[in-house]
């Protein structure tokens, strides 16, 4: 800690803060004082706390009837304010009292500003916060690091038309003169400075519903609040869940869950004040798609199960993230699944976030979940699909491997045991160990400490199953020793009996003994281990033909771990096509969405366009008769599911098989669709719309730009912006640029859109030209914070010219909040130029025979 210039000295500890701020939302300024009660620990002359994009006064320390000047000096290289003394301060309690003010900035961080267009067409505007991980000292001065942790009194001077709410229950409202009022908050618990937040505006909220004697509401931009009940509902069963699963009250005094208009994540986890993007929690039911509606119930689980997880107890410093998200993560999955047990969520947590987990983490460029963070930029950069993806799915996979309930056992003594303070990533490990005869912590160390993955080989010989490990990457290096101890679990059958089988594959190679003869075995029964499986020839050809005996998510990592294979080459392409023929018959949406992944891959990357009517033939017969065994209408007894995977097979003929029935008949249904949604599957409405734009032209874009202007919900906006996308035409790319730079598309959403556009067949190379050639003035329309998915999209470029332009232009363009996400995806698109390398001359030779 002393070598880290970001890190305060621990002279000086903060326990109260006592803050009053008044923003001006017509100047888009803010002015404020605060009060911290502190200990001094040491004699001192100087204390320190950080500020950033501030105007801050001298300040001055009282003490009994004592009161000491301060004199400020802000450092804005490293975020600090240095407060000089006119004498030693020696030891002891004391009050620091500092006035300051700032800017309501557009960058979506710290204190900031956002507008929205109300139901009279008027544009209001909102004050609002997000100041994880290192920005609540763009809001006032703070001791800004996780273990500082203080209660807060917050107080709130503001216009008496708007409202206003924090972390705390309101306790009073007192007109302050001017038709201003001052608005006090409860003080809250013990608790981190980025957990702290404040939101003012023109909002309105449900009544309150009492949920175990916690009162819960939702708050919403006026005119918005008739798309709050489903989000109510969720965050009712999800409080009770929780509580119940941790075996402890909810930690604060009441819940609110607040739609922001401008937001730069899915939701933020402030104590008792959740902020979320309007997406996120606002929605219509009858007109919004399975996947729409998952991921409001999932958000609203994540973020209240970080008031244990997280605001309760929080990691020490930020290398320590995964302990919060990767749990909530975990924590979503389960209160979803308990929720919606028919939305089989953790079968779509092994097909979603696994995988997100495992394309950065079969690269060289990965990191180990647990990262060394020294700077804010680092810390913004540990909220990823390592953090969030891998860290949830090894919990995912000790769970199962320990059992549910010893896993449930050892969190909540965990919990109970660090309440209200900071903990590292060991005392985890020792609440799983009381609850288990496991030595966790030793199992853990290797997926948590270290980067990768393991691939494990399996071969069978007479009655012992032979498994070997080695680590997975996408471009091999057979040089890499990197060991894991890897919970496996087996299962099978033999001589037509069912067995099954646990281990622990601590070393280089293992042999399990199994009863003979054996039919098939799957290594990775159940399908929640984060590893990748090989098999030899003839077990392989046995598990394929045992496919119908084998659970949705085990069929599903099957699949998956076979593209794997193709993208590290040691799959081909054409073997990959032929194991696809196997799953005809599958009934699971989780399973179809990595095969039409696969197929659109292998479109994008591989198939010459010279090619495409027999790619389009090969599709069509892989899809085409589940797609025509579901047709185009459901009926009332179907699930969910089932309407979600209709929706995903008639976009798949619609683009990837390119059937001209389907692209009429969704041409039909689009047109239909923007105009009223009233009477219309919404899987198979966003399905015929995604269709229809992918075969438009700029007619189709300006009839996109019409709708999403008068779109009536977050949804509806959403998915016509990702329709834009589809679009693959240089005019249309310059089109939806100009609107990001006009402002049309909000800045929350600009990152993606561009990122999504690199993937155009045809425009994708000319998209990136213009991103070269406008850098600077496309990066500056984009808050700082979302430039990361921007990045994202770089691997879609894998023609070889637009890649080596790629290539150049970050060997010469820094990017300071986004180092290691650049060196992960110029690594992913150097995959993807391998794969075109390798396959094309194999894949399209096959497609001229047929």
């Excluded at 001052?182 to 702290?196: G, I, N, P, Q, W």
């Excluded at 929640?528 to 394929?544: E, I, M």
Aim: with cysteine.
């Amino acid at each position: 800690m002393p070598d880290n210039p970001y890190r305060l000295p621990r002279s000086v500890v903060p326990s109260h803060y006592r803050l009053r701020l008044e923003p001006d939302l017509e100047a888009f300024v803010f002015s404020g004082t605060v009060e911290i009660d502190v200990t001094v620990e040491e004699p001192v002359d100087t204390i320190q706390l950080n500020a950033l994009e501030l105007e801050i006064e001298n300040g001055v320390l009282l003490r009994d009837s004592e009161t000491i000047g301060l004199s400020a000096t802000l450092h804005e290289a490293d975020q600090r304010v240095i407060f000089n003394s006119e004498v030693e301060i020696s030891p002891g309690p004391a009050t620091i009292r500092i006035g300051f003010s700032g800017t309501l900035n557009d960058q979506l961080h710290g204190f900031y500003r956002s507008s929205f267009t109300d139901v009279n067409g008027d544009e209001q505007v909102i004050a609002t916060t997000q100041f994880e991980a290192t920005d609540a000292r763009r809001a006032f001065p703070c001791f800004d690091e996780p273990d500082f942790k203080a209660s807060f009194g917050i107080t709130l001077v503001v216009p008496e038309t708007l409202f206003a709410v924090s972390n705390g229950a309101e306790v009073s409202r007192v007109p302050s003169g001017g038709g201003r009022v001052e608005v006090t908050f409860a003080d809250t618990m013990k608790m981190s400075t980025y957990l702290v937040a404040f939101v003012v505006g023109p909002f309105e909220a449900t009544e309150e519903l009492d949920v175990d004697g916690v009162p819960l509401r939702v708050i919403a931009p006026r005119g918005k609040l008739d798309l709050s009940p489903f989000a109510l509902e969720c965050g009712a069963f999800c409080l009770r869940y929780l509580s119940e699963y941790y075996d402890i009250p909810y930690p604060g005094d009441k819940v609110d869950l607040v739609a922001i208009p401008d937001f730069a994540f899915g939701a933020m986890e402030n104590l008792g004040c959740i902020t979320f993007r309007e997406s996120a929690l606002l929605v219509e039911p009858a007109t919004a798609t399975q996947a729409e509606l998952v991921r409001i119930l999932d958000v609203v689980a994540h973020e209240l199960a970080h008031m244990w997880f997280g605001d309760l107890v929080t990691m020490e410093w930020w290398d320590g993230i995964w302990l919060n998200e990767a749990f909530a993560t975990f924590m979503e999955m389960k209160a979803t699944d308990a929720m919606r047990p028919d939305w089989r969520r953790w079968v779509s947590f092994g097909a979603v976030e696994r995988p997100w987990a495992f394309a950065v983490d079969g690269l060289a460029n990965t990191r180990p979940v647990e990262f060394e963070v020294t700077s804010p930029d680092e810390a913004n950069e540990m909220f990823d699909a390592l953090t969030y993806g891998k860290g949830s799915s090894v919990l995912r996979m000790i769970e199962q491997y320990l059992g549910e309930e010893v896993f449930r056992r050892g969190v909540a003594d965990y919990l109970r045991k660090h309440s209200y303070a900071n903990t590292v990533t060991s005392d985890l490990w020792e609440g799983l160990d009381r609850a288990s005869t496991s030595d966790v912590g030793s199992i853990m160390d290797t997926w948590i400490l270290q980067g990768g993955y393991p691939q494990v080989e399996t071969s069978l010989s007479g009655d012992s199953l032979n498994l070997t490990q080695r680590r997975y990457l996408s471009i091999p290096d057979e040089t890499d020793q990197t060991m894991w101890r890897i919970p496996v679990q087996v299962r099978g059958e033999a001589a037509g009996k069912p067995f099954d089988s646990k281990m622990l594959l601590d070393g280089p190679v293992r042999s399990l003994d199994v009863p003979t003869p054996i039919d098939w075995v799957i290594v990775n029964a159940g399908g929640h281990g984060f590893y990748r499986t090989s098999y030899d020839r003839d077990s392989y050809t046995a598990l394929v033909g045992a496919i119908t005996r084998l659970e949705a998510l085990e069929r599903f990592v099957l699949i998956d771990d076979a593209w794997a294979f193709v993208e590290s080459g040691q799959v081909s392409a054409r073997q990959y096509l032929e194991l696809s023929r196997a799953y005809g018959n599958e009934t699971e949406h989780s399973v179809w969405s990595a095969l039409v992944g696969g197929l659109a891959s292998l479109r994008h990357h591989v198939v010459t366009d010279d090619r495409l009517p027999q790619f389009r033939t090969v599709v069509a017969s892989l899809v085409g008769p589940m797609a025509g065994r579901l047709g185009w209408d459901g009926d009332s007894g179907e699930d969910d599911l089932q309407r979600r995977l209709r929706g995903l097979l008639v976009g798949a003929m619609g683009r990837l098989a390119e059937d001209p029935a389907t692209i009429e008949a969704s041409r039909e249904l689009a047109v239909r669709y923007l105009e009223s949604t009233t009477g219309i599957d919404p899987d198979v409405g966003q399905a015929a719309l995604f269709t229809w734009a992918a075969h438009g032209d700029q007619d189709s874009l300006e009839r996109l730009f019409l709708a999403y202007k008068g779109a009536r919900t977050p949804q509806a906006e959403l998915k016509l912006l990702q329709a834009m996308t589809f679009i693959d035409d240089n005019e249309a790319v310059d089109r939806i640029l100009a609107a990001v730079l006009d402002g049309t598309v909000r800045t929350q959403d600009s990152a993606w859109i561009v990122a999504r556009l690199m993937s155009g067949r045809h425009s994708g190379s000319y998209l990136w030209s213009e991103l070269r050639s406008r850098w600077s003035e496309l990066t500056a329309r984009m808050p700082p914070v979302t430039l990361r998915r921007m990045i994202e999209g770089i691997p879609a470029l894998s023609q070889p010219a637009a890649a080596a332009d790629v290539h150049a232009h970050f060997a010469e363009t820094d990017l300071p909040i986004a180092k290691k996400t650049v060196a992960q995806n110029l690594e992913k698109l150097t995959i993807n130029t391998g794969l075109r390398a390798r396959e094309s001359g194999p894949v399209n030779e096959f497609l001229s025979e047929l």
